[in-house]
């Protein structure tokens, strides 16, 4: 089952999901470890090859999740309206917040006009805007977004358990895949 029906998301919305959900929390992972390694550190380099190149293709992979979902629209959301009201929401915070960390970590990588290679398969050009201090202003912007990402993909992850175990809904049961 490839397509979303009105009971049940697709394998790909559902692939989109745990994909972006694995790809999120690695970087935050891998972000947070990079701010301890040193200058002579051989993954001073290759930390940030790996996070920039996997940023762009989470971009990609969201930009590509969000087309998804227009032309595939999702399940009714269930709960009370208060509960769709803030599932509405939160989806929105999160999807918006993932935008403004990938944007910010392109601002701080192409701050001095350099491009961002993607696996070394190709190159992202640069786009400075010519902001003093921008790579820093976009790193505190990027550090503090990626957290609270974080802290509300965390809330996210305990309201779909939520109606599973006390509503005993299919809320959980959606996101996982159909034969």
């Not at 999120?24 to 200058?39: A, D, R």
């Not at 976009?138 to 990626?146: E, F, L, N, T």
């Amino acid at each position: 089952m490839l397509n979303n029906t009105n009971k049940q998301y697709g394998n790909v919305s559902v692939s989109f999901h745990w994909l972006s959900a694995i790809l999120v929390v690695g970087m935050f992972i891998l972000g947070w470890w990079m701010l301890t390694l040193t200058y002579y550190d051989e993954w001073y380099r290759l930390g940030p090859w790996w996070h920039k190149s996997i940023g762009i293709a989470l971009f990609v992979l969201t930009v590509l999740r969000l087309f998804w979902k227009q032309v595939n629209p999702s399940p009714a959301i269930e709960g009370t309206p208060l509960e769709q009201k803030g599932a509405k929401l939160g989806h929105g915070v999160l999807y918006t917040l993932l935008f403004v960390v990938m944007i910010s970590g392109y601002l701080i990588s192409t701050a001095d006009g350099s491009s961002i290679s993607v696996f070394d398969w190709f190159d992202v050009p640069g786009y400075p805007l010519g902001i003093e201090n921008q790579e820093d202003i976009a790193g505190i912007v990027h550090w503090y977004a990626a957290l609270t990402l974080m802290i509300l993909a965390a809330g996210h992850a305990l309201m779909a358990v939520k109606p599973h175990v006390i509503n005993k809904d299919n809320t959980l049961r959606k996101m996982f895949y159909k034969t």
